[in-house]
């Protein structure tokens, strides 16, 4: 599985942002996605996840400004930011998590989009 992750740039505080990522293969809709964001200097985080049912989960901390989607018949997922501020600069990644089969529990990586919230 590979996956592609898109749509970042730069946006000013207050701004919103919508980023995509593609998965290849035939089984996208199987399995969880995951978005995640890693600041400079800081470990990497969850921002939002979405079951194969389509139940979603967010930290608190980021609930209400975040919201995860996906689209099973373009194999992509979408994670749309609003209200961003400046604290939500970083490299932004999709995770798909295998949920069946031998593979459950697998996790693959996207390379990566950068988003920077200027003040």
């Known amino acids: 599985v590979q996956l592609q992750a898109s749509g970042g740039g730069m946006v000013p505080a207050g701004g919103s942002l919508t980023l995509s990522c593609v998965a290849s293969?035939?089984?996208?809709?199987?399995?969880?996605i995951m978005w995640y964001r890693q600041a400079p200097g800081k470990q990497r985080e969850l921002v939002a996840g979405?079951?194969?049912?389509?139940?979603?989960n967010y930290p608190n901390s980021l609930k209400g400004r975040f919201t995860v989607s996906r689209d099973n018949g373009k194999n992509t997922a979408y994670l749309h930011g609003n209200r961003l501020e400046p604290l939500d600069t970083g490299v932004y990644y999709c995770?798909?998590?295998?949920?069946?089969?031998?593979?459950?529990?697998?996790?693959?990586w996207g390379k990566g989009t950068q988003v920077t919230v200027s003040s």
């Open positions: 293969g035939n089984f996208f809709k199987e399995n969880a």
């Open positions: 995770n798909l998590v295998e949920l069946g089969g031998k593979n459950y529990g697998l996790q693959h």
């Open positions: 979405m079951t194969s049912e389509g139940s979603v």
